[in-house]
C-alpha cells in the first residue's frame, strides 16, 4: 500500500512540473480549411510558402484536388478572419471573399490563365 501511494505522489508530482515547465498552459492549435481559387502547383507553392510567415501559423497544406487550404494555427495569435485576409492578399480567392485585385495581377501567367483567384473558379 506504501509503495503505490509513494507512485501516486510521484506522478502527481511529475504533472505540476510539466504544467509549471508551459507556464501552466498546454499548447493549442486550431485547424481552419479553407475553400481557395487554387489550381497549380505554382498555387501551391506560394500559399504554402507565404502563409506559413503570418503570425501564429504552425502549418499550411494545400489539397489542389479539392481546392483547400489548411491552416492550422495558434488561436490566441491569429483567427480564420485574419488567415483568409491574407490568403486574398496574395492573389487567391478564400471562401466567399475574392482576391485582391493588385495581388491577383502579379500571380504568375499560368495562374491568371487558369482563372486563379477568380470568385466561383473552382
Known amino acids: 500500500m506504501r509503495t503505490k501511494n509513494i507512485l501516486a505522489a510521484l506522478m502527481i508530482g511529475s504533472s505540476l512540473m510539466a504544467a ?7 499548447k493549442k492549435t486550431e485547424t481552419v480549411s479553407i475553400k481557395s481559387s487554387t489550381v497549380c502547383g505554382m498555387c501551391e507553392t506560394a500559399i504554402e510558402g507565404n502563409l506559413i510567415y503570418e503570425r501564429g501559423v504552425k502549418k499550411v497544406e494545400v489539397d489542389l484536388a479539392t481546392a ?24 487567391y480567392s478564400a ?28
Open 20 to 26: 509549471a515547465n508551459d507556464g501552466g498552459k498546454a
Open 95 to 122: 471562401d466567399d471573399q475574392p482576391a485582391d485585385a493588385k495581388a491577383f495581377a502579379k500571380l504568375p501567367g499560368c495562374c491568371q490563365k487558369e482563372g486563379c483567384g477568380s470568385p466561383g473558379h473552382h
Open 68 to 91: 483547400m487550404v489548411m491552416v492550422t494555427y495558434d488561436p490566441r495569435k491569429t483567427d480564420p478572419a485574419h488567415l483568409r485576409t491574407a490568403l486574398t492578399k496574395l492573389g
